[in-house]
């Protein structure tokens, strides 16, 4: 009891204080039962027309996708206006009489017209048509009030200026699948457009812009009264990336009718200046809905199209590999530069022959030589010497063996064999005949052409290498900056000068001096420095040698290329492979990387100087009128 | 484990109405999201998921003797402080606003606890207070603190609804059931009045286009007027019995957007009609006016107080959404309980229900 006096103490009169408040509760209901009488009962019957009546569309305004750019800002890849014709039921009076005259305007069968317009419920739009002509347009227009319901819209869509250049890493954009929609966040409906490969996926958020809305009000017989809410769209993000768009098509140019891949790229940063991929996608082909037969014609090609062989064909690396075995001899110091063996073109191991390339064999050879003219007898030894497992150590050291962490997705990691590995993997021990094959490039090592290419790049920077990366920034559609992507250095495995200076001068011999195998890559003015290999498919037994192209294609040789250039202080690094070439490394790849280095450099000049102009042409007269 | 004399007190009213209003919200909702060709929706799934766990805590509250309430008011408050800190430095982002914090994979508005937590501390505050002549303003100055601290942090999220709804509580609880001298209550009043060019001059762009649009809504079709002209159709367009179960064209069509959160009303309202808007309303009322009796027969101070600000927090929801659904207020974003779709919200609403519950099974403890 003396509790509730206690607690009733300051509250003064709280049953009435709750009472007023229940009234304030009271008086605002019934303030609320009024508006529901006068919205449903006075004017319901106004209201029930107006939400019959004028009905309310919400059309969605694609926005515009961020573009793709080289790193000079070059557009390569883009949008452009596409018209669609679509369809609501909801606001054709007649169905069929609209199909019919539709039918007749975009000469399409009827009983096509009429399923696709029957995908939707009828106050939503159907797409009958994508992408359709000018023509075409013009005639939907003229006839607009034979077919009510049918309207156009115009999309944004992705153009590709310079057709399938650099198909693979720019990636391809489709319809997003149900499963990606359930993934996706916000901004995402069905018939959305979304990345899937390259680029354009991983950067897809930067590049999706958001999409605008309007709500259109539309009378009865679907002609439009007035736009009652706008949002604008607002465009996605540009990527730049680090390609150079004229060495790139030089380089597409330089390519055409191989297949295999190509990568340049800046010593100094890692940035990426040419990437192919042969054979090309053609990106063209994703941008409407791809039918499964289309699809599955893709991915059973033995071509395999789809893969990007820059970082996923894994091969062999062929005589490639001998300057990475080098460079571990000399650290390990194994070999001098005057350690020096016989080469007659065999050498005797076990009870086997393995054989050098050049039958009569290429005297006594050291190493500038062994490198230049690619002795194979000379690597035999020095493999031995070295054994497998220090060659292992080496070659991981410039990133072998493992992904170079570029940003695209699916990159293998190749294969660097050591004792361990072929214990795990065959439950036997190494046998030290597979080194020999191994220190040649002809063994159980794979490599992807990007990661070769970064291992030369780690030689001619003294062991150090940068990751590659394909993207230098983000740009807003305003021209803001809104992210800079740093270059990562990597590698930690420091060679001596003199180790550096001994294979960059063989790496120049290979390309400048005579009977060096790479002599079509030669520059003008610029030392190239660089090693060709040729890995061969099928162990052939000398006797039996087939001219490589005589071969059927399976069976011919990969050619190899691995170049930088200028020797001394490399800005660019040049990696050829060409698939199943059927000629030498020598003869096949040293000349494409020749003709990229020529445009390079040219473009370098150009770039500086300002383009060439021709005196005597700009000096000529007027032409006269006829 | 419960006492059976707890059993016998039982409010099966209360909890009849509660189990009323959850089922029509959940019916309701389920038509709002239905969409053509997709079934039932995961928002519908939500829903459900979140009514059982706020069961599930209305059972457990139902063993906790508001006592513990009443010890722990404070820790819960500082509690729910914490976590609206921690929206800000590390929340997610929705709609352009900074409003939830991510628990595993679910994401909570913890400025739906703050409902709760700050009848909890004002009502332990002013259960020991005693003050016979009434309140000065000066003494006022703690109770001020504890509601300006969260509502500052709210309305930097930033989120006007539950900021204003905060302010309602408040001021309905201190000013209307403590005894405040009339002096600081006119003082106060004129401040109020005052300080509206002030508030005028730091409210965001489009928190003021709200407030204008809400005046002549024709006259800024293309913004948020666009919201109340259709919210008007629906709801006028249902007449005397309504379209029908989802037959709704107005939502199901999607031409009134957020139709599911803040607007549910209008869905009752298009497919119910009249008859369906009143019922729904009396529903509330009776919720309202039974809870008032609850608390007007408790014995403490602090289960009066707890009792009362929770019957207030379901009032001004419920007066404020449907006001601004018919187009009698602006458009804010204050949700309506048992019919809203919101996990937090939801969780909020049948923990207070809980405790009203709570209160009167113990009203002889």
């Not at chain 2, 109770?143 to 969260?150: G, K």
């Amino acid at each position: 009891m003396n509790m509730q006096l206690y607690s009733r103490e300051g509250f003064d009169r709280l049953p009435v204080r709750l009472f007023i408040f229940s009234s304030v509760v009271l008086f605002g209901a019934l303030i609320i039962f009024v508006r529901l009488w006068y919205l449903q009962i006075l004017n319901g019957g106004e209201y029930r027309q107006k939400s019959e009546n004028n009905s309310i569309r919400i059309r969605y305004i694609q926005a515009g996708r961020g573009m793709i750019m080289d790193r000079f800002g070059k557009v390569i890849v883009e949008n452009r206006p596409a018209f669609d014709v679509l369809f609501m039921r909801k606001d054709a009076p007649d169905f069929r009489e609209t199909v019919r005259n539709l039918s007749s305007i975009i000469n399409s069968d009827p009983r096509e017209i009429e399923s696709a317009a029957l995908k939707e419920p009828p106050f939503l739009p159907a797409r009958i048509r994508k992408d359709i002509d000018r023509d075409m347009l013009a005639r939907l227009l003229t006839n607009k009030l034979d077919i009510p319901g049918v309207s156009v819209s115009i999309e944004p869509r992705r153009n590709y200026p310079y057709g399938n250049l650099a198909s693979h890493f720019l990636g391809y954009i489709g319809e997003i699948t149900e499963k990606q929609l359930e993934k996706a966040g916000e901004g995402y409906r069905m018939g959305s457009q979304i990345g899937k490969s390259g680029i354009e996926s991983i950067y897809e958020t930067y590049l999706k812009g958001i999409d605008g809305k309007q709500f259109v009000e539309v009378t009865a017989s679907g002609k439009e009264v007035s736009i009652l809410k706008e949002v604008a769209s607002y465009p996605g993000n540009n990527i730049i990336t680090t390609i150079d768009l004229d060495l790139q098509r030089a380089a597409e140019e330089a390519f055409t009718g191989k297949e295999g891949a190509i990568v340049a790229l800046d010593p100094r940063n890692g940035e990426i200046l040419v990437m192919i991929s042969s054979p090309h996608i053609d990106l063209d082909m994703f941008a409407g809905p791809l039918n499964s037969q289309e699809w599955n014609k893709l991915t059973n090609d033995p071509l395999k199209p789809l893969q990007n062989r820059a970082i996923q064909g894994q091969y062999p690396p062929g005589s490639t590999y001998k300057t990475l075995v080098a460079a571990a001899a000399l650290e390990e110091k194994v070999i001098t530069k005057d350690t020096s063996f016989h080469c007659n073109g065999a050498y005797r191991f076990g009870n086997r022959s393995y054989r050098c390339w050049k039958k009569e064999g290429h005297g006594s050879v050291s190493l500038h030589k062994a490198l230049v003219e690619s002795c194979d007898v000379y690597f035999y030894q020095v493999g031995l010497k070295l054994g497998i497992d220090r060659i292992a150590k080496y070659v991981r050291e410039f990133g072998l063996g493992r992904p170079t962490g570029i940003e695209l997705i699916g990159e293998k990691a190749g294969l660097v064999p050591d004792k361990a590995w072929r214990k795990k993997r065959f439950g036997e021990p190494w046998v030290d005949g597979e080194t020999l094959s191994c220190a040649i490039g002809q063994g159980f090592d794979l490599v992807t052409p990007l990661q070769l290419l970064t291992a030369y790049v780690a030689i001619a920077n003294g062991g150090a290498f940068y990751k590659p990366h394909l993207v230098k920034s983000v740009v807003g559609p305003n021209g803001d900056i809104l992210k800079t992507f740093k270059n990562e250095k990597k590698g930690n495995l420091i060679l001596s000068p003199e180790t550096v200076t001994l294979l960059k001068d063989a790496l120049k011999g290979v390309v400048n001096e005579p009977g060096g195998t790479a002599r079509l890559a030669r520059h003008e003015e610029v030392i190239v420095a660089g090693k060709t290999g040729t890995t061969q498919v099928i162990m052939m037994r000398a006797d039996k040698r087939v001219k490589g192209q005589d071969l059927p294609y399976k069976f011919r040789d990969h050619a190899w290329f691995a170049s930088f250039a200028p020797a001394d202080n490399p800005v660019i690094a040049v990696v050829v492979f060409i698939e199943h070439s059927g000629f030498s490394g020598g003869h096949a790849a040293a000349p494409v990387a020749g003709q990229i280095f020529k445009k390079f450099f040219d473009l370098e000049k150009e770039r500086r100087e300002g383009p060439n102009v021709d005196m005597k042409v700009a000096s000529l007269p007027p032409r006269d009128k006829e | 484990m419960i006492d059976r004399r707890l059993i016998l007190n039982f409010d099966w009213t209360l909890f009849g109405i509660i189990l009323v209003l959850t089922t029509l919200g959940v019916i309701n909702l389920y038509s709002a999201t239905y969409m053509v060709d997709a079934g039932i929706t995961p928002i519908f799934m939500k829903q459900v998921y979140y009514i059982l766990i706020g069961m599930t805590i209305l059972a457990i509250t139902l063993n906790i003797d508001f006592k513990t309430f009443e010890r722990f008011a404070y820790w819960i408050y500082v509690f729910s402080i914490l976590l609206l800190v921690m929206v800000l430095v590390s929340g997610k982002t929705g709609g352009g606003a900074k409003r939830w914090i991510g628990i595993g994979g679910f994401t909570y508005q913890p400025s739906e606890l703050v409902k709760l937590s700050l009848i909890l501390a004002l009502s332990r505050y002013f259960h020991y207070r005693t003050n016979v002549g009434g309140y000065y303003l000066r003494e006022l100055f703690v109770p001020f603190i504890i509601m300006a601290v969260p509502v500052l942090l709210i309305m930097k999220q930033p989120d006007l609804g539950t900021a204003l709804i905060l302010l309602a509580i408040f001021t309905t609880m201190v000013f209307v059931f403590i005894k405040v001298r009339l002096v600081s209550l006119v003082i106060v009043g004129v401040m109020g009045i005052t300080g509206m060019p002030v508030l005028w001059h730091f409210m965001k762009d489009y928190q003021k286009m709200r407030l204008l649009t809400f005046m002549s809504p024709e006259h800024d079709p293309l913004g948020s007027g666009y919201h109340i002209i259709q919210s008007k159709i629906a709801v006028g367009s249902g007449k005397i019995f309504g379209k029908g179960f989802m037959s709704g064209t107005q939502s199901q069509l999607e031409f009134l957007p957020e139709h599911h959160t803040d607007f549910i009303f209008s869905v009752i309202a298009e497919e119910w009609g009249f008859l369906g808007s009143l019922t729904v309303v009396i529903g509330f009322l009776i919720l309202i006016l039974w809870g008032m009796g609850i608390a007007r027969e408790c014995r403490g101070r602090f289960e009066t107080l707890l009792a009362a600000g929770i019957v207030v927090m379901f009032s001004w929801h419920f007066l404020i959404n449907i006001g601004m659904v018919v187009g009698l207020l602006p458009v804010v974003g204050v949700p309506l309980p048992f019919f809203s779709y919101g996990g937090s919200f939801m969780i909020t609403t049948l923990t207070g229900a809980g405790l009203l519950l709570n209160i009167r099974m113990r009203r002889f403890m």
